[in-house]
Nanobody
């Protein structure tokens, strides 16, 4: 089993920045991918960004150039730096970790972009 603990959400004005963290604990394997999905009210959950243990990254088009995902393998933690935030980025952000064919989810953290 893997447990994921997220932190870093909050309220920010348009153009502002936030940094999300996701720390994994439990049965950790070195081959994995981690990242975030988000779900806005009334919408389906969508992929935001992902990173592998080797450092390969992937982003949805709407966040490219604004969001940066990174990881610290020694701390089993992934980070999502979100810059130039827009109102349409408002959502609950869910961290995930894929390993050994299983996907684990964090509890979700609210990100609200509003003036």
């Amino acid at each position: 089993q893997v447990q994921l603990v997220e932190s870093g959400g909050g309220l920010v004005q348009p153009g502002g920045s936030l940094r999300l963290s996701c720390e994994a604990s439990g049965t950790i394997f070195s081959i994995y991918s981690m990242g975030w999905y988000r779900q806005a009210p009334g919408k389906q959950r969508e992929f935001v960004a992902g990173i592998t243990g080797g450092g390969s990254t992937h982003y949805t088009d709407s966040v490219k150039g604004r969001f940066t995902i990174s990881r610290d393998n020694a701390k089993n933690t992934a980070f999502l730096q979100m810059n130039n935030l827009k109102p349409e980025d408002t959502a609950v952000y869910y961290c995930y970790r894929n390993q050994e064919g299983t996907t684990y989810w964090g509890q979700g953290t609210q990100v609200t972009v509003s003036s």
